[in-house]
């Protein structure tokens, strides 16, 4: 009887070691756990913080594109007589052909 004390007695102790492993593991687990939350949470914060950067870099290349857009709509069009030398190369503004002597036919004049 007293050996089977002893055997029952070390069995326990193994299972009390075990149990205590088990509880430092679990302890382990729960800090990691921890850990990742709040890891997660301040992922989602930034997350959150890049879409309102985003949102907000949307909205100015909208507008910036409207500017562009205005811009462009009060450039003269090719076909427009009153056209720009915006190039500053002093080629004639209705002139197509750089080399041209610079004289233009008059209207209803052919060249």
């Known amino acids: ?12 102790g193994r299972v009390l070691h ?3 492993t088990l509880a430092a593991e679990n302890q382990r687990l729960r800090a990691e756990i921890d850990r990742l939350r709040a890891e997660a949470s301040q992922l ?6 890049m879409a309102a950067d985003r ?3 949307n909205i100015k290349i909208e507008e910036a594109q409207l500017r562009i857009q205005s811009i462009l709509d009060k450039l003269p069009t090719a076909s ?8 500053g190369e002093g080629a004639p ?9 610079g004289a233009h036919p ?4 052919h060249a």
């Open 80 to 87: 427009d007589a009153r056209q720009l030398d915006l190039l």
């Open 44 to 49: 989602r914060t930034d997350r959150e913080a």
């Open 18 to 20: 075990h149990a205590d």
């Open 55 to 57: 949102e907000l870099l």
């Open 106 to 109: 008059a209207p209803g004049e």
């Open 93 to 101: 503004a209705t002139g197509t052909d750089p080399d041209a002597s």
């Open 1 to 12: 009887m007293l050996n089977e004390l002893e055997q029952l007695a070390a069995k326990i």
